[in-house]
């Protein structure tokens, strides 16, 4: 079955560093990739996705590539601040599966001042 | 893009009760998808939810304890019935029009004493 193994948290950075969310999967067919974050006391957010493979989702800074030969979906940002505090969720739907999504078990980040 | 609205937002009931939760979807879809995040978890799919169809439970979820109703494509329910404080969580609810994209509600905290 499909699976969706990402970095264990929490991860503490200080602003400006670098950040790196190791994403990796597991599925059949030909998945979509996503990046959801959570702010503290709030709902998911689609922070990127990407839907084939070579394909780069951004937003906010956020960059991830999909990689089919290492099966990765790696999420980075050059140069985090503190409003990045957050939970990121790393999360795959399967062709078939009409938006159903597998996700990961979740990667705290706190960044300080 | 779907605009989801989830309501209640939040709430607090007494064990032995049962709480439904109702999700709005601003188009229609096919299906619609209620999950489950324990606090400090990551995100579990509860059910799928076709409409004119028993929806479909994912394994260690059950119908008399997550009941659930879909009369049309722009609406669904969730309830949580005998609550217990191991049911405290927040539930949400997702729409996914097509497998590259996942839309969700803002979710509801339910908190059981």
């Known amino acids: 079955g499909n699976s969706v193994t990402q970095m264990e948290g929490p991860v503490t950075l200080s602003e400006e560093a670098f950040l790196t969310i190791n994403c990796t999967y597991t599925a059949t067919g030909y998945p979509s990739l996503f990046w959801y974050v959570q702010y503290p006391g709030e709902g998911l957010q689609l922070l990127l996705k990407a839907t084939k493979a070579d394909d780069k989702g951004s937003n906010k800074g956020f960059e991830a590539t999909y990689r089919k030969e290492t099966t990765s979906f790696h999420l980075e940002k050059g140069s985090v601040q503190v409003s990045d505090s957050a939970v990121y969720f790393c999360a795959l739907s399967d062709s078939d599966s009409w938006g159903k999504l597998q996700f990961g078990a979740g990667t705290q980040v706190v960044v300080t001042p | ?113």
């Open chain 2, 1 to 113: 893009s779907a605009v989801i609205s989830q309501k209640p937002s939040r709430d607090i009931c007494q064990r032995g009760t049962s709480l439904t939760i109702q999700c709005q979807v601003d188009s229609q879809v096919t299906m619609m998808f209620w999950y489950r995040q324990q606090p400090g978890q990551s995100l579990t799919l509860i059910a799928t939810a076709n409409q004119g169809s028993e929806a479909t439970y994912e394994s260690g979820f059950v119908i008399d304890k997550f009941p659930i109703s879909r009369p049309n494509l722009t609406f669904s329910t969730l309830t949580v019935s005998n609550m217990s404080p191991e049911d405290s969580s927040i539930y949400l609810c997702s729409v996914g029009p097509t497998h590259t994209e996942a839309f969700f509600g803002q979710g509801t905290r339910l908190t059981v004493v």
